[in-house]
């Protein structure tokens, strides 16, 4: 007979027993895995990966201990929300990203809301760098260079801020607010360009890597994080009004 997790996991409230917790653990890896590898890209040059999957084993069991079984809501859920946060927490206490880029990250942000709420619409390459004072080559340089930066800012924006601090009740309010945010970024994603919209798919829902992505497109490695950074400006400026305004 297969064995069933929601039964480990309500004899699990019951007896609190540390092996049982422990199989738990083992049959609900598959989440820490997905995660690790769905952020890969965001800790890849700065972080080892056990390190980050070993970051999400300890959500994981923290998820076990502190799920509660009466709340009528499907343990992956909450368990991948737990795992993500604490992943993406981790990989912002390492400060990995030098200051440089940090500092120029939060500049291309500013400037870009400020265009886009200038123009009305996604500002062109030439236009951010004619308003920050540098060359439309440096600022491709620079956008490949921040796209890890921007990438776990954005994580930051849906994950963290909204459920792991305890601002949503995550068993109730995360079906939700899933469903809306992924309407919002259906529509954010079906005003990109063509090839905007390929980097997103192929780095978010095929899970690909940027240099894997560079070899669909045909395309340089430093493009598609040029793509990819610009692209994640518009995203996190549509989700994130929404927050605001939810």
């Known amino acids: 007979m297969a064995v069933d997790g929601q039964g480990l996991l309500q004899k699990y409230s019951v007896e609190k027993d540390i092996g049982l917790r422990n199989e738990i653990v083992l049959m609900y890896m598959h989440i820490?895995?997905?995660?690790?590898?769905?952020?890969?890209?965001?800790?890849?040059?700065?972080?080892?990966?056990?390190?980050?999957?070993?970051?999400?084993?300890?959500?994981?069991?923290?998820?076990?201990?502190?799920?509660?079984?009466?709340?009528?809501?499907?343990?992956?859920?909450?368990?991948?929300?737990?795992?993500?946060?604490?992943?993406?927490?981790?990989?912002?206490?390492?400060?990995?990203?030098?200051?440089?880029?940090r500092q120029f990250g939060r500049e291309l942000e500013s400037a870009y809301n400020h265009l886009y709420a200038e123009l009305g619409r996604h500002p062109?390459?030439?236009?951010?760098?004619?308003?920050?004072?540098?060359?439309?080559?440096?600022?491709?340089?620079?956008?490949?260079?921040?796209?890890?930066?921007?990438?776990?800012?954005?994580?930051e924006l849906i994950y963290e801020d909204n459920f792991v601090d305890?601002?949503?009740?995550?068993?109730?309010?995360?079906?939700?607010?899933?469903?809306?945010?992924?309407?919002?970024?259906a529509e954010s994603i079906d005003m990109l360009k063509p090839k905007e919209k390929q980097v997103i798919t192929l780095y978010y829902f095929e899970k690909l890597k940027f240099s894997e992505i560079a070899k669909v497109l045909g395309v340089t490695e430093s493009r598609v994080c040029q793509i990819h950074s610009k692209t994640l400006l518009l995203l996190k400026r549509s989700l994130g009004e929404y927050i605001m305004t939810r």
């Open 166 to 185: 305890g601002s949503l009740n995550v068993e109730t309010d995360y079906g939700i607010y899933e469903r809306e945010r992924k309407k919002i970024i």
């Open 32 to 101: 820490v895995k997905y995660v690790a590898l769905s952020l890969r890209n965001t800790y890849a040059k700065y972080g080892d990966f056990d390190d980050v999957v070993n970051e999400g084993v300890i959500a994981l069991i923290k998820s076990v201990e502190t799920f509660d079984i009466n709340r009528g809501v499907k343990f992956e859920t909450y368990a991948n929300v737990k795992v993500k946060g604490a992943i993406i927490d981790y990989v912002r206490k390492q400060d990995w990203v030098p200051r440089q880029v």
């Open 124 to 155: 062109k390459n030439q236009e951010i760098a004619d308003y920050m004072g540098i060359t439309k080559e440096k600022l491709a340089k620079s956008m490949a260079d921040v796209a890890g930066a921007i990438t776990l800012s954005f994580e």
